[in-house]
């Protein structure tokens, strides 16, 4: 038996009656102009998370690029948003991962996040050059390891992809100057918008049901 899903394309469209566990919350969106709909989709709880994660990224990264604030103040805002993050993505996930028998890569995302909080502050608090001058690179790296974990558990080939994009996009950074947190944060926030737009692989007969 395949260790992937190859009746399916990594990603692909959504269609409006998604074939999901009975257990599955959906959250149907359309938006219409006059009598033409310009847009029809659903959302799943891992969607949702997804998306919330996107609009948290936005000022975390755009600040830091564009606006003069301190080091301190951005650690102690972007953490606190950051565990509120956390906790809403846990509640919003956690039932499809108790559905599939994955709790563990939600543990495992739990954990990068957190660790990559404390070196975050540690660094800007303590001024650690090095953690410092590389962390658009330490999140890049917390993330591919987090989408690569998942795309191993889940049996998925869009997963370990995303996860690739990011350790590809650390090669990037060298050559993107001063622009590090803004490519960064384009590059996460892409990925974000491309799982929750996109339904993606899972290999479900390796899922515990």
Excluded at 60 to 83: C, D, E, R
Excluded at 114 to 120: E, P, S
């Amino acid at each position: 038996m395949s260790f992937f899903d190859y009746s399916v394309a990594p990603f692909r469209r959504k269609s409006n009656n998604l074939n999901l566990d009975p257990q599955s919350k959906i959250w149907p969106v359309s938006w219409s102009i006059g009598k033409h709909q310009s847009y029809s989709t659903v959302y799943t709880s891992l969607d949702l998370a997804c998306i919330l994660w996107t609009l948290l990224l936005i000022p975390m990264f755009v600040t830091p690029q564009f606006f003069s604030v301190s080091w301190k103040i951005q650690a102690g805002l972007w953490s606190a948003l950051s565990l509120v993050g956390l906790v809403a993505m846990v509640r919003l996930t956690q039932d499809w991962m108790k559905i599939k028998g994955v709790s563990w890569a939600l543990g495992c995302w739990v954990i990068l996040i957190l660790v990559g909080l404390l070196l975050t502050d540690l660094g800007i608090f303590l001024a650690w050059s090095g953690v410092l001058a590389n962390l658009c690179s330490l999140w890049l790296g917390l993330n591919a390891l987090g989408y690569g974990f998942t795309g191993l558990v889940v049996h998925s080939r869009a997963m370990i992809a995303i996860g690739f994009v990011h350790l590809g996009a650390i090669l990037v950074l060298p050559y993107v100057g001063v622009w590090q947190f803004l490519f960064t944060g384009c590059v996460m926030e892409f990925c974000l918008i491309l799982l929750a737009e996109l339904r993606w692989d899972i290999l479900h007969s390796y899922i515990k049901k």
